[in-house]
């Protein structure tokens, strides 16, 4: 069984641009999750959907979106970079809304120049 | 507000020694409480969970963990510790939103 994936691996920006980040769940999980791993930060959570909702969103700006698409893939949107968006940016999915345990993509490391 | 506090952000054990790394949560509610691991460069890896079945956990790679309510702790163990243990360690809770909370990590580093 094919884990969860993301694209693109790394992914170098300049301050001002926008970044695309995609995440491919388990087959059969309905949830994805996605965190953000920023150095001296930890692990914080951004953003769930769930049946191609948005459930909750962590802490962070309105430039940080996403949205679920019909196979339950997901895309996370960064506008309007900042340095300080820099970090290794995790996905996670689980079977059914919240309920299971979450398991990680290998996560797309952004770098904001 | 759930919390997660992993004592000790580096721990280092000879190969063959006792592996323990602490980790302590905050809830109002029975918790779900994980334990990951993270190799360089990669993801999270779900190394065991506890979901009040039962209070001792077993995980893979020979790690288990044991919940105490009264200690509020949820503490990682692995009897003898090999050079491929080492990497870093979160203890999570999920919370009542569905989202993990994490602490802050612990880097484990392995002396052969």
């Known amino acids: 069984e094919a884990g969860v994936t993301q694209s693109p691996t790394h992914l170098i920006k300049t301050r001002g641009q926008q970044a695309t980040l995609r995440c491919s769940p388990i087959s059969g999980h309905t949830s994805v999750y996605w965190y953000q791993q920023a150095l001296g930060l930890g692990l914080q959570f951004l953003l769930w959907y769930d049946e191609g909702e948005e459930r909750n969103r962590g802490n962070f700006p309105p430039r940080f979106s996403g949205r679920q698409f019909p196979n339950y893939s997901s895309e996370l949107n960064v506008n309007a970079l900042e340095l300080e968006d820099s970090a290794l940016y995790l996905c996670a999915s689980s079977k059914r809304g919240g309920g299971d345990e979450q398991f990680f993509g290998p996560g797309t490391r952004l770098t904001v120049l | ?112």
């Open chain 2, 1 to 112: 507000a759930q919390s997660v506090t992993q004592l000790g952000s580096h721990v280092s054990v000879s190969e063959g020694a006792l592996v323990l790394l602490r980790c302590n949560y905050s809830s109002s509610v029975p918790p779900y409480l994980f334990w990951y691991v993270q190799y360089p460069n990669q993801g999270l890896q779900l190394l065991l969970k506890y979901t009040s079945a039962a209070t001792l956990v077993k995980g893979i790679n020979g790690f288990e963990a044991e919940f105490k309510k009264s200690e509020t702790s949820f503490h990682l163990t692995k009897p003898s510790a090999h050079m491929s243990d080492a990497a870093e360690y979160f203890c999570a809770v999920k919370d009542s939103s569905y989202k993990l909370i994490f602490g802050s990590g612990t880097r484990l580093l392995v002396r052969p």
